[in-house]
């Protein structure tokens, strides 16, 4: 698949999964034996996969969307760092439903192969999102 094609899919993916809530855009962009490497995903395969978009985010902020994308394709490498918002209306990371907008940020590492998202890791910065939450307090200004 060319570079672009997959970047297109990609980012279709992600439109469909969060604008949307079509768990059924998976079955087209993820392998069969996906595997993530993020704590959270309930095991490996699609079903796993769906499981965790639909029990963290769709129930948790099911308005998240992305407010920023960069994405970059290269070999059977995916990149994308993004830049996301939503609104904490149900539970979500242990927190019960708070109304506060969150923001947080992730970079997210795929293996394609195929032309689908076989293997992913990711590193996720919540820290915002971990105060607005209140599970973290900021830190004192000095002076």
Request: a negative charge; hydrophobic letters at 45%; proline letters at 5%.
């Amino acid at each position: 698949m060319a570079t672009g094609d997959m970047r297109q899919r990609f980012l279709d993916l992600r439109r469909a999964l969060y604008e949307q809530h079509d768990l059924s855009a998976v079955d087209d962009a993820i392998h069969p034996n996906f595997t993530s490497h993020n704590a959270l995903v309930p095991g490996q395969g699609i079903a796993a996969y769906k499981s965790f978009v639909q029990n963290l985010f769709f129930k948790g902020v099911p308005d998240l969307r992305p407010l920023s994308q960069q994405v970059v394709v290269e070999g059977d490498r995916l990149m994308a760092m993004t830049r996301w918002q939503a609104t904490h209306t149900g539970p979500f990371l242990g927190v019960a439903p708070t109304g506060k907008v969150l923001h947080f940020e992730t970079a997210d590492l795929y293996r394609i192969e195929d032309g689908l998202l076989r293997e992913h890791w990711d590193v996720v910065d919540r820290l915002d999102a971990s105060v607005a939450l209140g599970l973290l307090r900021p830190a004192e200004r000095a002076g």
